[in-house]
């Protein structure tokens, strides 16, 4: 009978280690999981964003075919938008997006008309609730990633994070001049 307790308490202390081990890793694989879903919506709006603009510049084509540097300008940040991969190259090409936007509202002011469209109202409607959207999104995302680094950051789930390869993840930051005030004049 003593025979089989001492196999017993080592048996028991590797079962509760590698159960205490399990538990670390699905905690850090759903936080992993949650920062990636978090992430896709992020794409998911901002891709949304993008594919208003080609409708939102034929609108305005129509009304200022002369503004060639505006619409170019848009078309290119959306193509730059397209070859993003990564949350610093999103954050880069949404601050391009934003630089864009407020030239081609510029244009928009001096055509007056162009306001009053039905369509250019609707589509700067939909405009406007993207970017609130792209804003709870990268909030969500930020969050995901704040929870995910602190746990791979504590103790000692750190430990299970490095045997595992779980790394930090990037937070979504916006470009310094982004936080600027722009300037209206009418």
């Known amino acids: 009978m003593q025979k089989k307790k001492k196999y017993l308490i080592p048996i028991v202390i590797i079962l509760l280690i590698v159960v205490l081990l399990g538990g670390s890793y699905n905690r850090l694989a759903i936080g992993d999981e949650k920062v990636t879903s978090a992430w896709a919506q992020v794409e998911n709006v901002l891709k949304r964003r993008a594919d208003l603009i080609p409708n939102l510049v034929n609108t305005v084509k129509g009304y200022a075919s002369h503004e060639k540097e505006v619409l170019t300008g848009i078309t290119e940040a959306r193509t730059k938008f397209n070859a993003a991969n990564t949350p610093d190259e999103y954050a880069e090409a949404n601050a391009e997006f934003n630089r864009v ?65 779980f790394e930090k993840r990037q937070y979504f930051e916006i470009n310094p001049e982004d936080a600027e005030v722009p300037e209206v004049n009418f």
């Open 101 to 165: 936007l407020t030239n081609l509202y510029a244009v928009v002011e001096n055509y007056p008309e162009l306001k009053a469209n039905e369509n250019f109202t609707e589509l700067q409607y939909e405009l406007a609730g993207t970017e609130n959207r792209i804003a709870t999104e990268r909030m969500r995302y930020n969050e995901a990633v704040e929870s995910f680094n602190t746990s791979i950051r504590r103790f000692p789930t750190n430990i299970i994070a490095k045997i595992f390869g």
